[in-house]
């Protein structure tokens, strides 16, 4: 069964470096998703990405972060200069033009120092 | 902005016992409420509701809405071990196709059953 895929499974970065977080969509989706988890609490939406184009942000989603789609697999997103309180588990998804549900990746762990 | 309620926060149950997890929203624009199961890591989807008062059911799980209410319950019965995770729901899109909406989860019910 097609999943959703994220590199790494975990990440650990000294403050103010910048990041990249990797996901492998699903690969017929057109919709494109990442959400975050903070230990202990609730998955927050971060951003959403259809054609090329960011769809609708959070006000999480500052200018400190970016995604981009690469080429035709890949899905990224970019946290310029990271915070201690960016560390979470962050996860990609991905849902296709005639389907409502979204898939998740197994999500990456970021661990700021 | 929408609003999601979940109850109890967390429950601790033994094997076999019926457990009921409550899921109250305010949505500006109802189209759907979706409910999914967070074992260790990534949310699964387990139900897409968008009519009051129908059942969805997949073997032990089943799920009812009440549109009027802003109100939807998931019914797991017989529980298991495996059944040991946390529940989210969220409303989601319109039913007709798909769409680019954003999940906005409750802080979801975390199952505990015990052998």
């Known amino acids: 069964e097609p999943e959703v895929t994220q590199t790494p499974s975990h990440q650990v970065t000294q403050m103010g470096q910048e990041v990249i977080l990797r996901c492998v969509p699903i690969?017929?989706?057109?919709?494109f998703y990442w959400y975050r988890q903070i230990l202990g609490q609730k998955v927050e939406f971060l951003v959403s990405f259809y054609n090329n184009e960011i769809s609708e942000k959070s006000e999480i989603f500052d200018d400190q972060f970016s995604v981009e789609r690469p080429d035709g697999s890949n899905f990224t997103l970019k946290i310029r200069s990271t915070k201690l309180e960016d560390s979470a588990m962050y996860f990609c998804?991905?849902?296709?033009?005639?389907?409502?549900?979204?898939?998740f990746g197994p999500g990456t762990r970021l661990t700021v120092t | 902005e929408d609003k999601v309620v979940q109850s109890p926060l967390s429950l601790v149950v033994h094997e076999g016992d019926t457990v009921t997890l409550n899921c109250s929203y305010e949505?500006?624009?109802?189209?759907?409420l979706l409910w999914y199961k967070q074992e260790k890591k990534a949310p699964t989807f387990l139900f897409m509701l968008t009519s009051s008062g129908i059942e969805k059911k997949s073997g032990r799980l089943s799920s009812i809405l009440d549109k009027k209410e802003l109100f939807s319950i998931l019914n797991i019965t017989a529980t298991q071990t495996g059944d040991s995770a946390i529940y989210l729901c969220?409303?989601?899109?319109?039913?007709?196709?798909?769409?680019?909406?954003?999940?906005?989860f409750g802080k979801g019910t975390l199952l505990t059953v015990n052998p």
């Open positions: 949505v500006t624009n109802f189209r759907s």
């Open positions: 969220a409303p989601g899109p319109e039913n007709s196709g798909g769409s680019n909406y954003k999940l906005t």
């Open positions: 998804a991905s849902s296709d033009l005639r389907d409502y549900e979204q898939y």
């Open positions: 690969s017929n989706h057109l919709y």
